[in-house]
């Protein structure tokens, strides 16, 4: 079992900067891959980033590559999400989630994910 717990979303401005955490416990930390998604009123769930259990891989969607940084403490069992430059297309209900197959790959569907938190609203206004 493995539970997450999202925070640090918000409402900011077009070109700000917000900072998001996934807390986790339960289950081994390292390892397992995590994985951002999002997901806007009344379109799918989306892969944004995803970092392996040793943190030696990360994967980003072409929407965010360059602006958003995903990183993991693994000794304080944390994952981040860095986004810079936000623009009003990024906001959503980011969600983290775990996929503890323990293959090393990143995967960007959300059905293969295994654990998902309560999410956490962003909003971006123009």
């Known amino acids: 079992q493995v539970q997450l717990v999202e925070s640090g979303g918000g409402l900011v401005q077009a070109g700000d900067s917000l900072r998001l955490s996934c807390a986790a416990s339960?289950?081994?930390?390292?390892?397992?891959?995590v994985g951002w998604f999002r997901q806007a009123p009344g379109k799918e769930r989306d892969f944004v980033a995803g970092?392996?259990?040793?943190?030696?891989?990360?994967y980003y969607a072409d929407s965010v590559k360059g602006r958003f940084t995903i990183s993991r403490d693994n000794a304080k069992t944390t994952v981040s999400l860095q986004m810079n430059s936000l623009r009003p297309e990024d906001t959503a209900v980011y969600y983290c989630?775990?996929?503890?197959?323990?293959?090393?790959?990143?995967?960007?569907?959300?059905?293969?994910?295994?654990?998902w938190g309560q999410g956490t609203q962003v909003t971006v206004s123009s």
């Open positions: 989630a775990a996929d503890v197959r323990a293959s090393g790959y990143i995967v960007t569907i959300p059905r293969t994910y295994d654990y």
């Open positions: 970092i392996s259990w040793s943190a030696s891989s990360t």
């Open positions: 339960g289950r081994t930390f390292n390892s397992y891959t």
